[in-house]
């Protein structure tokens, strides 16, 4: 399992840095389809994303390109519900077992083909139009940031796809800001959840290293071909294996 786990983080680290799109919508069914416990897999993804995403906010931070007013936004609602997100994560992990891990791979299948639709959405639709339709939901962010922060809570999935498009859709932000003001944000939910999936002894330390080996050169390189190669393709094609993968775990 440890060339697999290696292969595994250079490539989604690679799909990481070349595109901006994937993360936990990855990592997440990644591990559960090598047999790994579904709590386990989100505790483990929680702590990869830590990492990966503080090297992503470094460089936004270094380049200003964060809103921290929107980060707090975003923040009053999505703390409190990552929380109640993994409050109930572990309720549904004392169920017998084989009923618990049914229901959260259904979960993690649903949330993953919602976030496929949301990222085809983000593609297609001209972001002029989303703003012009959806400004005025700007003064629901906090309620916003609980309910989203709650279903990345039970799945880990979502901490930056599905609140980037509420960035593109709902604030007048520069592009370059979108990716920093998400990362910024994911980063807060991750880091506060990896906390938790430690004291709760819900993280396989030697599956997060492997992965770690292979991610980190993954995303040096992805990031460097982003400027060489076309993005949009490799984008449509983590879009089909995320649903894909939700399908698959709903089944």
């Known amino acids: 399992m440890n060339i697999e786990l290696v292969l595994g983080g250079f490539i989604i680290g690679g799909l990481i840095g070349l595109t901006g799109v994937g993360g936990a919508s990855l990592l997440t069914p990644f591990l559960l389809f090598l047999g790994a416990n579904p709590v386990v897999a989100i505790g483990t993804d929680f702590l990869f994303n830590t990492v990966t995403k503080f090297l992503g906010f470094m460089t936004h931070l270094r380049q200003k390109t964060i809103e921290f007013g929107i980060v707090k936004e975003l923040a009053w609602g999505s703390i409190p519900g990552i929380f109640l997100g993994i409050i109930i994560l572990h309720l549904l992990n004392t169920l017998e077992i084989g009923s618990s891990q049914l229901l959260i791979k259904h979960l993690i299948g649903y949330v993953l083909i919602l976030t496929s639709l949301l990222t085809i959405l983000q ?8 703003k012009e339709k959806l400004v005025s939901l700007r003064k629901l962010t906090p309620l916003f940031g609980f309910i989203i922060g709650t279903f990345v809570g039970m799945t880990s999935v979502g901490s930056g796809s599905i609140f980037g498009l509420f960035l593109l859709s709902v604030y007048r932000v520069a592009p370059s800001k979108v990716a920093g003001t998400d ?3 994911a980063l807060i939910l991750v880091a506060i959840s990896s906390l938790i999936m430690v004291g ?3 993280v396989n330390y030697s599956i997060l290293i492997l992965l770690l080996i292979g991610s980190i050169p993954g995303v040096f390189i ?3 071909l982003a400027t060489k190669l076309p993005v949009l393709p490799f984008k449509l094609i983590i879009i089909f294996i995320i649903a894909t993968s939700g399908i698959y775990l709903i089944k």
């Open 200 to 202: 709760t002894n819900s």
């Open 123 to 130: 593609l297609t639709l001209p972001s002029k139009y989303l």
């Open 183 to 185: 990362i910024a944000h």
């Open 222 to 224: 992805g990031s460097k």
